[in-house]
């Protein structure tokens, strides 16, 4: 359903909205679907989730608002749940169907989700365990699902990259339906379960082998967890119910060798100096107020762990060390509002990049990446500086020294994005498409090339000034194709529109930042070497 708001809206009422939506979104294909799936002896996707994390542990849900404005509302969360967690202490990426959408069937926005959580275990070097109930390709929507580079078939390229070259641990459990193609994700990872009674893995469904070959069987014949186990020799394990399914599954995950050491030092997690709940107060309604970035900071990072590098030079961009939840991370943020300058230099607006911050934020990602340190992007910039000055000083090869900087470090890449990220800004802040490794947003986040207002300036200024030269206004025609322009555009700005086209990973208030972007960050340190993408550096580098 689309966004209805355009006025200014405080970070609390937004975390409001977000949090009804969210519950919504949650409940998948809705109650009457849930008690029906019970009723089978079966588990929800997010049941199972939790029955296979560590109790307690967090669940970094990747994905959860995808396509929840498209398909009339019919397609809550794009069928399937993927995310991270915790199972016996050790990060997980989990990828669940979720049998009460449409059977679990895939819209095209799945396979995107898949994909993600896939590329995720690829880059963070984590095991990836797929949750398998569904009933394969929507078929009305077929043509975005099953062609193209990025199709289903890209599903099983990701399966079979981890298991010959990547050696990433791949458990599957089939716990419900796993039809035609959908076959080969089990089947291309190491090992497969199988629930008795309720399960079937086939290329084909008893309706489409009688139609095709003439044969009549029965689906426990064809495919059923007893066959698989016993007669072909596809499954590995054949499991009761889903419970003992998921049991299965966490004694495998505790098999598993363990990961590498950590290329960082990790201390013990101390307490913000701020609550994060003072997040509410410090962001103004208004986004194009100032406030103070480092009160926002204090809200996130471990108290006293903020040492800020070059602090008096550059000062509208934030380079510093420091710590969340124990883990250090070179940070680089922006400033808002009017930045004093020293000496007789005029102030410089917080959230612009200059030439001197550009180049004091390249030098600064360059040594942490040196030094195998995270980086942190919290990310508040309305984009370059522009003007004959701005020119006239080398912005543009400043510029592309921070993107070269930023798209080449090998260390993990984080983004927060606080309320703008706007224009080549965002690009250079460690934007998606520079692959950071997460990339979340607080409610009031603001993903776009510029805002209404300007929008509106830009399309209708010709007209607005030949209306004021000939002393008109403009009349209620033209006042509503105006604010028809604004709306829309400050509709596609809002946080929530970006998360359903996976443009971030999550939308977070501010009270769950901290534990989950430790568990993003503890995913991130399970790969010690470097990368770029989803893909592990190996040999000697420039």
Request: a neutral charge.
């Amino acid at each position: 359903m689309p966004l209805k708001t355009t006025m200014p809206q405080s970070l609390e009422h937004l975390t409001a909205e977000l949090r009804e939506l969210e519950a919504r979104l949650r409940l998948g294909g809705g109650e009457a679907k849930i008690e029906r799936l019970h009723a089978q002896g079966k588990l929800t996707a997010r049941e199972r989730i939790a029955g296979l994390l560590d109790p307690g542990s967090p669940f970094l849900e990747i994905g959860l608002l995808v396509a929840y404005d498209r398909y009339d509302g019919q397609a809550p969360a794009a069928g399937v749940v993927t995310g991270i967690g915790r199972c016996h202490g050790r990060e997980i990426v989990v990828v669940a169907n979720d049998p009460t959408v449409k059977a679990g069937a895939w819209f095209p926005e799945t396979i995107t989700k898949m994909l993600r959580a896939q590329e995720v275990a690829m880059r963070c070097r984590v095991p990836i365990v797929y949750l398998v109930d569904s009933a394969g390709v929507n078929l009305p929507y077929q043509g975005g699902v099953f062609p193209g580079q990025y199709g289903a078939a890209r599903l099983f390229y990701y399966n079979s990259l981890m298991r010959r070259h990547l050696r990433i641990p791949q458990l599957a459990a089939v716990m419900g339906q796993c039809i035609a193609g959908g076959a080969y994700l089990p089947a291309l990872s190491d090992v497969i379960v199988m629930v008795e009674g309720t399960s079937f893995m086939g290329l084909g469904g008893v309706n489409l082998v009688r139609g095709a070959t003439g044969q009549t069987s029965d689906p426990e014949a064809l495919g059923g967890a007893r066959m698989h186990t016993t007669v072909s020799g596809v499954a590995h394990y054949r499991e009761p119910d889903d419970a003992a399914c998921l049991a299965r599954l966490r004694r495998l995950v505790a098999e598993l060798p363990p990961p590498p050491p950590r290329a960082v030092s990790v201390t013990p997690a101390r307490p913000p100096r701020r609550d994060p709940r003072e997040a509410y107060r410090i962001l103004p309604a208004d986004h194009r107020l100032p406030y103070d970035v480092e009160a926002l900071l204090d809200t996130l990072l471990d108290a006293d762990s903020f040492d800020e590098f070059q602090a008096d030079y550059a000062r509208e961009m934030i380079c510093a060390h420091a710590r969340v939840e124990g883990i250090p991370v070179g940070l680089i943020a922006n400033r808002r509002g009017l930045i004093k300058s020293t000496g007789d230099r005029p102030p410089r607006f917080g959230g612009i990049v200059y030439r001197e911050s550009a180049e004091k934020v390249a030098y600064f990602i360059e040594t942490c990446n040196r030094h195998r340190l995270p980086l942190l992007f919290v990310q508040d910039v309305s984009g370059f500086m522009v003007g004959v000055e701005a020119e006239q000083s080398g912005i543009i090869r400043a510029g592309a020294h921070f993107v070269e900087a930023m798209a080449t470090a090998t260390v993990p890449k984080l983004v927060l994005t606080v309320n703008h990220a706007s224009g080549a800004g965002y690009y250079a802040m460690a934007g998606q498409g520079f692959d950071p490794n997460f990339i979340f947003s607080l409610p009031t986040g603001r993903m776009g090339v510029m805002e209404g207002e300007s929008a509106v300036m830009a399309l209708f200024s010709a007209q607005l000034e030949r209306l004021k030269a000939e002393g008109k206004s403009p009349d209620a025609d033209l006042q509503a194709e105006m604010d028809a322009v604004r709306a829309t555009y400050e509709a596609q700005l809002d946080a929530r529109f970006a998360a359903a086209r996976g443009f971030c990973d999550a939308v977070l208030p501010p009270e769950d930042l901290r534990p989950l972007l430790r568990l993003a960050l503890e995913t991130c340190l399970n790969q010690p070497g470097p990368h770029l993408g989803p893909f592990v550096l190996t040999g000697n580098l420039p």
